[in-house]
């Protein structure tokens, strides 16, 4: 199993440390993990890494990858934010610190007249003014070239009807293509909230994102994906990746890819998970 997307004490709102995840995530059957806290980045201090933790947040990382060899193998990442004029800051951090992968993620929207939106005030996901900015951020970051992929670009389906986000992501499609970047599968959807559509109560257990809508459109576009629990606690460590390989293998998903060193690594998910072919197909996980 593959997961390219998680979280320790360092992103501040998650908890344990690099050794428990790594722990946890051989105990959850991952084989390749990759730890990807929130980057240092000006908006805040309290939901990620500070500048000055970066040293030891790697260190950590190595210990752990050799503490664990022929275990597990543990790669080196950060889950970047983007906003516009945030690029330099960016390029800066990369720069000094080599990474085996980037994750960029729009967390925070700056909406004019409006306090800045988080992706997950979920009431405020429909306005038009908001999804006006949020769709321009994710060109963005698209188009800047540095990262290898965007994180859970659909989170918003939480809050946003698919056909709605399935419009609006449509123009990205050319530019996502032209960038090589991969989408990220993220499979926290499966533990989070979404607001029903009937009632707009906040409630658990409906799937929201990864979009069953967007997939089949990224495949036939050859759009390479990444796959990732985004845990953000040891005993969600490896949650959600076999359930959603599960749910989107019949969509027409036969490859994951995950990042060594910047660089893309296809794997076929025959190989990677046989268990999916059983007749569990699906079972267990929450349905749409
Ligand atoms: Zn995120
Ligand atoms: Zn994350």
Redesign the pocket.
Known sequence: MIDS?S?TYYSKHATGSVDELARASIAAGVNILTI?D?APFPVDADNRLLASELDRYFDDIEEARMAYEGQITILRGL?FDYMPGTESFTRDLLARYPLDFA?G?VHYVEVPGEPTVKVWELPRLAAEAFLDRYFANLEGLVACGLFDAV??ADTLLRSLPEDVFLRRFEPLLAPLVRSGMAFELNA?GLRKSSLAPLTGQEVQGLWSYPSQGLVPSLIALDVPFTIGS?T?APKDAGAGVAELMSVLRPLGLGRISYYRGRRRVEVDMETLLPEVKSTTLGQGAPRP
């Open positions: 997307h979280h990807t929130h889950e994750i993620s994180g859970h926290s985004d953000h």
